[in-house]
């Protein structure tokens, strides 16, 4: 590895949009250190565009960072559900977007 992890956490606190995007495509080949650090960058950074490539690193979305370097990376949908969970009784239904958290009740009528 040409980079050490501490060369990647001071990347990750630059004031450098695109360097802190670097840094976060790094993370990965540091095992639990690196994991720990694309977590906490992706809860503590200000800029929506480093929280949704850190995103797309935790997820893996590899046609997506090849798409989307940190020199030319787009925005990714905010309107779309990535995640559902569905209650034990079938009842309630939660999803999770970029930015949302859906919650439907399902009670049908006739229903216990």
């Known amino acids: 590895m040409s980079t050490t992890i501490e060369e990647i956490k001071k990347q990750l606190s630059s004031q450098s949009e695109q360097e802190r995007l670097a840094a976060l495509s790094e993370t990965l080949n540091y095992g639990q250190q ?10 503590k950074d200000k800029s929506d565009i480093v929280k949704q490539f850190a995103y797309r690193v935790f997820r893996g979305d590899n046609s997506y960072l090849r798409a989307n ?29 970029w930015k949302k958290i859906w919650v439907w009740n ?3 009528k006739g229903r216990s």
């Open 69 to 97: 370097t940190p020199e030319n990376l787009t925005t990714c949908p905010t309107d779309v559900i990535t995640c559902l969970a569905i209650s034990p009784d079938n009842t309630i239904l939660v999803g999770g977007s």
């Open 34 to 43: 690196g994991l720990e650090l694309l977590i906490e960058q992706s809860i």
């Open 106 to 108: 399902w009670r049908w």
